[in-house]
């Protein structure tokens, strides 16, 4: 979830005019997000802005000066850019006060308690962070219609406008939400994490059904896979439409008890039978991933020590591969075989021929999942994503929580 950001300063800094030498911009700074809510304070004021920031300024001697009009801001003693301040007088507290809460409660699962929390902060100031958390709590409740909504509302600006949507967008093509796109070329975009496109290449075929001519830009480790789907290609090209990966559960309509759950990505046969032939001897055969990639404060906490992992499980005379690219020096340290995988079509062909695999919320479970692993695995928190409540995705995948 989406933490408040919080910035302190000074009245007297906050206010200086640009100097006459200020240059990089033309003929003033840029403008950042506006200040929508602010609040006088016993040591100053502070305000809201719109994507959530809480903008905090002190006042010089104990002065309390009035709310300006505008604010400068600085980075480090340089200029950076303008906020407007247009807000209304609002409970700054009562807002960090409901943030807050609803950050606690759906951490703890209480989700119910959390979206009337959200609704609370959201009511006082609707800002891009607290509208981003009701999205998270909406999805965990399964309400993935009013979950979507949202979400995709906040991915349209920063700072959860996505890289390759920002690029899309300036190159001139629309956003798809949900016209008919027959005969139009549709760019699909990997916007999110390596699992979340694994999930939602199920979803290439329904696009082509309604006629889209679909593209995919997906990074190189995934490019082999989804060449199973559609035309693979390598940045943003001309296009009528695109969308993310995830946006298509919005604009599909998709709902939990309606996701096609065949397996959908298929192993190359040579690549299995190279890995299978590379084994010296029958023994049991078991994979595991214990870390993330990129890790996002605030992120369900998915990651587990690979000591930890092994210990959950009786692996006793079991040959133990890593599904993964890093950690190779802490799979060596504890007899683990880590691999050099050209990409992930290389990694669900080892997969293929492995009789379990034990993972974390991570990319190589969805592709466990996608490929039809009769034997899998996945370690949870007790705080975990939205994607596993109901197990919806890869139902034949067992759930394990920690």
Same mark, same amino acid.
């Given at each position: 979830?989406?933490?408040?950001?919080?910035?302190?300063?000074?009245?007297?800094?906050?206010?200086?005019?640009?100097?006459?030498?200020?240059?990089?911009?033309?003929?003033?700074?840029?403008? &950042?997000?506006?200040?929508?809510?602010?609040?006088?304070? #016993?040591? +100053?004021?502070?305000?809201?802005?719109? #994507? *959530?920031?809480?903008?905090?300024?002190?006042?010089?001697?104990?002065?309390?000066?009035?709310?300006?009009?505008?604010?400068?801001?600085?980075?480090?003693?340089?200029?950076? *850019?303008?906020?407007?301040?247009?807000?209304?007088?609002?409970?700054?507290?009562?807002?960090?006060? %409901?943030?807050?809460?609803?950050?606690?409660?759906?951490?703890?699962?209480?989700?119910?308690?959390?979206?009337?929390?959200?609704?609370?902060?959201?009511?006082?100031?609707?800002?891009? =962070?607290?509208?981003?958390?009701?999205?998270?709590? !909406?999805?965990?409740? *399964?309400?993935?219609?009013?979950?979507?909504?949202?979400?995709? !509302?906040?991915?349209?600006?920063?700072?959860?406008?996505?890289?390759?949507?920002?690029?899309?967008?300036?190159? *001139?093509?629309?956003?798809?939400?949900?016209?008919?796109?027959? +005969?139009?070329?549709?760019?699909?975009? %990997?916007?999110?994490?390596?699992?979340?496109? $694994?999930?939602?290449? =199920?979803?290439?075929?329904?696009?082509?059904?309604?006629?889209?001519? $679909?593209?995919? @830009?997906?990074?190189?480790?995934?490019?082999?896979?989804?060449?199973?789907?559609?035309?693979?290609?390598?940045?943003?090209?001309?296009?009528?439409?695109? $969308?993310?990966?995830?946006?298509?559960?919005?604009? &599909?309509?998709?709902?939990?008890?309606?996701?096609?759950? =065949?397996? !959908?990505?298929?192993?190359?046969?040579?690549?299995?039978?190279?890995?299978?032939?590379?084994?010296?001897?029958?023994?049991?055969? $078991?994979?595991?991933?214990?870390?993330?990639?990129?890790?996002?404060? +605030?992120? !369900?906490? =998915?990651?587990?020590?690979?000591?930890?992992?092994?210990?959950?499980?009786?692996?006793?005379?079991?040959?133990?591969?890593? @599904?993964?690219?890093?950690?190779?020096?802490?799979?060596?340290?504890?007899? @683990?075989?880590?691999?050099?995988?050209?990409?992930?079509?290389?990694?669900?062909? &080892?997969?293929?021929?492995?009789?379990?695999?034990?993972?974390?919320?991570?990319?190589?479970?969805?592709?466990?999942?996608?490929?039809?692993?009769?034997?899998?695995?996945? @370690?949870?928190?007790?705080?975990?994503?939205?994607?596993?409540? +109901?197990?919806?995705?890869?139902?034949?995948?067992?759930?394990?929580?920690?």
């Amino acid at each position: 979830m989406a933490a408040p950001l919080v910035r302190r300063g000074r009245v007297a800094d906050a206010v200086v005019e640009v100097a006459p030498t200020w240059s990089g911009w033309g003929d003033s700074p840029p403008d &950042l997000e506006p200040i929508v809510g602010t609040e006088v304070t #016993d040591y +100053g004021w502070r305000g809201i802005t719109g #994507d *959530g920031e809480i903008i905090e300024s002190r006042s010089k001697n104990g002065e309390r000066p009035s709310v300006p009009e505008s604010i400068m801001v600085y980075s480090e003693n340089r200029l950076i *850019g303008r906020r407007e301040v247009r807000g209304e007088v609002v409970d700054v507290s009562a807002y960090l006060g %409901h943030f807050q809460r609803s950050v606690v409660l759906h951490r703890e699962n209480k989700n119910h308690e959390a979206l009337l929390a959200s609704d609370a902060a959201i009511a006082i100031a609707p800002t891009l =962070r607290a509208r981003f958390n009701r999205a998270m709590v !909406y999805l965990a409740l *399964g309400c993935w219609r009013e979950g979507f909504e949202e979400f995709e !509302y906040c991915e349209r600006h920063s700072p959860f406008l996505r890289p390759l949507s920002k690029a899309a967008i300036e190159r *001139g093509i629309k956003p798809w939400r949900g016209e008919n796109f027959f +005969g139009k070329r549709l760019l699909l975009l %990997h916007d999110h994490g390596l699992g979340d496109a $694994v999930m939602m290449l =199920r979803y290439v075929s329904v696009l082509k059904i309604l006629g889209a001519d $679909v593209k995919i @830009v997906v990074p190189i480790e995934l490019a082999r896979i989804a060449a199973q789907f559609a035309d693979v290609v390598p940045g943003i090209i001309d296009a009528d439409y695109f $969308v993310s990966f995830l946006q298509l559960l919005r604009w &599909l309509k998709v709902h939990p008890c309606d996701v096609p759950t =065949r397996t !959908y990505v298929h192993v190359d046969p040579l690549l299995a039978s190279e890995w299978r032939d590379s084994f010296s001897f029958d023994r049991r055969r $078991v994979g595991v991933a214990w870390s993330v990639g990129k890790f996002h404060d +605030g992120d !369900y906490p =998915r990651a587990l020590a690979l000591e930890a992992l092994l210990a959950r499980f009786d692996l006793a005379g079991t040959e133990v591969h890593s @599904v993964q690219i890093q950690g190779r020096k802490e799979a060596e340290t504890l007899g @683990v075989i880590a691999h050099d995988f050209v990409d992930l079509a290389d990694c669900a062909a &080892l997969m293929s021929v492995l009789d379990e695999i034990i993972s974390v919320d991570t990319a190589a479970i969805h592709l466990a999942g996608a490929i039809g692993h009769p034997n899998a695995t996945v @370690v949870l928190s007790a705080w975990h994503s939205w994607r596993w409540n +109901g197990n919806p995705f890869y139902p034949a995948v067992r759930m394990m929580e920690i």
